[in-house]
């Protein structure tokens, strides 16, 4: 589909999916209630969670917002265009829909020209949570989109699969020190190298479900990314994850299940052919983080009742990739040692 017929679209109220470089999103014009209240619907989106507002120029959040902190223009200044979404305090021209009410709103300039080009053309900023039905693993290609959304949207610009595979770090700069509420494509590492001070809010690392009244990022605490199959996570030290894995396997097929086995590079050997798929390289959690989803999703369209996935270390993406595993599994963790 022509980029000028997408862009008319979302200007005039419609759905249209879109590639970024994280996730695919899908997009709805962020100043018309009634296209947020029809993206909500059409994703299943639970009414309390909003969506991030992407926009294509740094100049376009003066609009959206009340106040720029210092600490924005530099972060906006290195890692925009990027994954990485800031909370600020929002301005009235934002309808209630799009931030759910909230008194802020969460802004990103995505990095990718696809992307950059509908919110230009469209002439509107672009409220765009991920393009799943609410719950499911993020889209990482215009197939999962369909697979998701088909008939419940206007259209999908297909540019391949997304390179980052997880979605944007979500960092709140209205509370001081500013925190991480969501980690993702813009590791802490990162960030620690321009902000004097920045902190993880305790539901990044969350090994269990935290109460409502402790979640500030409404999103947190809704189910997500979890796959029809149900998921285990084993971490802990590498060799006895692995001894953990081959027992757990053994143990569920033995009583009749189809096990799938999300492994590493460094350990897809050790295991029997099931359904064995590795995310990639310990050494590059890049490519890990970029087929997460895709193996999430691929191990539901082969009718696999159970995924016993190996940990991976939490520096850099590791962060993100453990926060997804482990929400994906409803927090079922299983520790090889007292770490
Ligand atoms: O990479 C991404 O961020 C992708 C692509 C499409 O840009 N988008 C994405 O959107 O992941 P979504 O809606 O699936 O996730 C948005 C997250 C949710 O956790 C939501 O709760 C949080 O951002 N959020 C949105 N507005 C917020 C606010 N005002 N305060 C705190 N958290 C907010
Ligand atoms: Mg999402």
Same mark, same amino acid.
Request: glycine fraction near 8%; charged fraction near 25%.
């Given at each position: 589909?022509?980029?000028? @017929? =997408?862009? !008319? &679209? #979302?200007?005039?109220? +419609? ?98 020209? @696809? =992307?950059? !080009? &509908? #919110?230009?053309?469209? +002439? ?101 990314? !979890? ?113």
């Amino acid at each position: 589909m022509p980029q000028d @017929v =997408a862009a !008319a &679209l #979302i200007r005039n109220g +419609g759905l249209v999916a879109f590639p970024t470089e994280t996730v695919y999103g899908l997009g709805a014009n962020a100043l018309n209630p009634k296209a947020i209240r029809a993206l909500f619907a059409a994703k299943k989106r639970p009414l309390d969670n909003p969506p991030i507002v992407h926009i294509s120029d740094i100049g376009d959040i003066y609009k959206l917002t009340k106040r720029i902190p210092h600490d924005a223009k530099k972060l906006m200044k290195i890692f925009w265009p990027g994954p990485l979404t800031l909370i600020f305090e929002r301005s009235s021209i934002v309808p209630d829909e799009t931030v759910c009410g909230l008194s802020t709103i969460a802004i990103r300039m995505p990095r990718h020209k @696809v =992307a950059l !080009a &509908l #919110i230009e053309k469209s +002439g509107c900023p672009i409220a765009a949570p991920s393009a799943n039905l609410a719950g499911k693993p993020s889209p990482t290609s215009a197939t999962h989109v369909m697979e998701d959304l088909e008939g419940r949207i206007d259209a999908v610009l297909d540019a391949g699969p997304t390179r980052v595979g997880v979605e944007s770090t979500v960092l709140d700069l209205t509370v001081d020190p500013p925190e991480v509420l969501r980690p993702g494509g813009t590791s802490l590492e990162k960030l620690k190298t321009v902000m004097k001070q920045v902190v993880l809010n305790p539901v990044v690392t969350a090994e269990k479900p935290v109460s409502f009244k402790q979640v500030r990022s409404p999103g947190l605490k809704h189910r997500h990314y !979890a796959p029809k199959a149900k998921l285990i996570v084993v971490e802990g030290d590498l060799e006895a994850v692995v001894k953990q894995i081959v027992e757990l396997a053994h143990r569920y097929i033995g009583s009749g299940r189809e096990v799938g086995i999300l492994a590493t590079d460094e350990t897809v050997g050790e295991y029997a052919a099931c359904n064995l798929k590795s995310m990639g390289s310990r050494s590059n959690l890049a490519t890990a983080a970029r087929n997460l989803f895709k193996l999430l999703r691929e191990f539901d369209s082969k009718g696999v009742d159970i995924i016993l996935a190996e940990g991976v270390p939490s520096k850099g993406l590791g962060l993100a990739i453990m926060n997804r595993l482990r929400k994906a599994s409803g927090y079922t963790i299983i520790k090889t040692d007292n770490s």
